[in-house]
């Protein structure tokens, strides 16, 4: 259960699109569909942004995005606004009921 | 509303135990997978463990294996962690949330607002 390597920040000017991402293994990533990430701001509870690798809750807004290609897994904002600023976490399942997520990624709207 | 309500955080000496309640309201508590995530002070989150709609399949982090226990009670509605053998790297902000399926896929829609757990001595 290794996490799941993210890059430590990102940046974008409002209007800008960014895109996170997250590299597992065969093992992880690689071998399921079942990616979520969460956007996090401080001092609040975690807020799924997609699941399933692709898939948005409803009420999340259509800026954010999310794909996959082997082990790594995307999150892309479009868009960019203020309150995108927060930190953002990938996670995968890795088999037999249990998860691991990413290290984080610290989103800074400059 | 969904709400899940974590208790039963606290200050505890290394080796010791506690137990974490998460009591839930708003959704069909047996029909969903639950789990519980913690996040240290100032650092990134954590999966700790999963557990079916009905208990049947459960999965631990490497980290809490062999210490931790997660368990549920559908007819009270409730989630619980039986924390033993308790380090100092177990301190942290312990959430519990509800998977959007019935077996564990870590799509966790809905988050309590936490409870903290500092092992000191």
């Known amino acids: 259960q290794s996490a799941l390597t993210q890059p430590a920040s990102v940046s974008g000017s409002p209007g800008q699109s960014i895109t996170i991402s997250c590299t597992g293994t065969?093992?992880?990533?690689?071998?399921?569909?079942?990616v979520s990430w969460y956007q996090q701001h401080p001092g609040k509870a975690p807020k799924l942004m997609i699941y399933e690798a692709s898939k948005r809750p409803s009420g999340v807004s259509n800026r954010f995005s999310g794909s996959k290609s082997g082990n790594t897994a995307s999150l892309t904002i479009s868009g960019l606004q203020a309150e995108d600023e927060a930190d953002y976490y990938c996670?995968?399942?890795?088999?037999?009921?249990?998860?691991?997520f990413g290290g984080g990624t610290k989103l800074t709207v400059l | 509303e969904v709400q899940l309500v974590e208790s039963g955080g606290g200050l505890v000496q290394p080796g010791r135990s506690l137990r974490l309640s998460c009591a839930v309201s708003?959704?069909?508590?047996?029909?969903?997978?639950m789990h519980w995530v913690r996040q240290a002070p100032g650092k990134g989150l954590e999966w700790v463990s999963g557990?079916?709609?009905?208990?049947?399949?459960?999965g631990y982090a490497d980290s809490v294996k062999g210490r931790f226990t997660i368990s549920r009670d559908n007819a009270k509605n409730s989630l619980y962690l039986q924390m033993n053998s308790l380090r100092h790297e177990d301190t942290a902000l312990y959430y519990c949330?509800?998977?959007?399926?019935?077996?564990?896929?870590?799509?966790?829609?809905?988050w309590g607002q936490g409870a903290l757990v500092s092992v000191s001595s």
């Open positions: 949330g509800k998977d959007i399926a019935v077996t564990v896929t870590t799509g966790i829609d809905y």
């Open positions: 557990i079916s709609w009905n208990g049947g399949l459960i």
């Open positions: 708003g959704f069909t508590f047996g029909d969903y997978a």
């Open positions: 065969s093992s992880d990533v690689g071998s399921y569909n079942l």
């Open positions: 996670c995968s399942y890795v088999g037999f009921s249990t998860g691991v």
